[in-house]
């Protein structure tokens, strides 16, 4: 099992800055791979970004690509969105999620999510 715990979320005004967390617990996922996804209101879920526990490939949605950074920090189990420039349209309660396998794809476990708010 992996608990998943996002943080940093927060209200913004357009063309500002957040930084979001996701801190991992439990069984070691350093093989496996880190995802982020957003939910809107009345929206389909939306993926954001992901990364690669081992060599640290990422990937971005094109909505956010060149506007957020994934990144993360092994040793402190955490994962990090950066998100620059941020738009209205960013608005969202963004989940972390884990996947233990490495393929990026069998995300299997998720956080509680954070919500942002841009205006």
């Known amino acids: 099992q992996v608990q998943l715990v996002e943080s940093g979320g927060g209200s913004v005004q357009a063309g500002g800055s957040l930084r979001l967390s996701c801190t991992s617990s439990g069984n070691d996922y350093s093989s496996g791979c880190m995802g982020w996804f957003r939910q809107a209101p009345g929206q389909e879920r939306e993926w954001v970004a992901s990364?690669?526990?081992?060599?640290?490939?990422?990937w971005y949605g094109d909505s956010v690509k060149g506007r957020f950074a994934i990144s993360q920090d092994n040793a402190k189990r955490t994962v990090y969105l950066e998100m620059n420039d941020l738009r209205p349209e960013d608005t969202a309660m963004h989940y972390c999620?884990?996947?233990?396998?490495?393929?990026?794809?069998?995300?299997?476990?998720w956080g509680q999510g954070t919500q942002v708010t841009v205006s």
């Open positions: 999620a884990a996947d233990p396998t490495g393929n990026c794809v069998s995300f299997m476990y």
């Open positions: 990364i690669r526990s081992v060599g640290s490939s990422k």
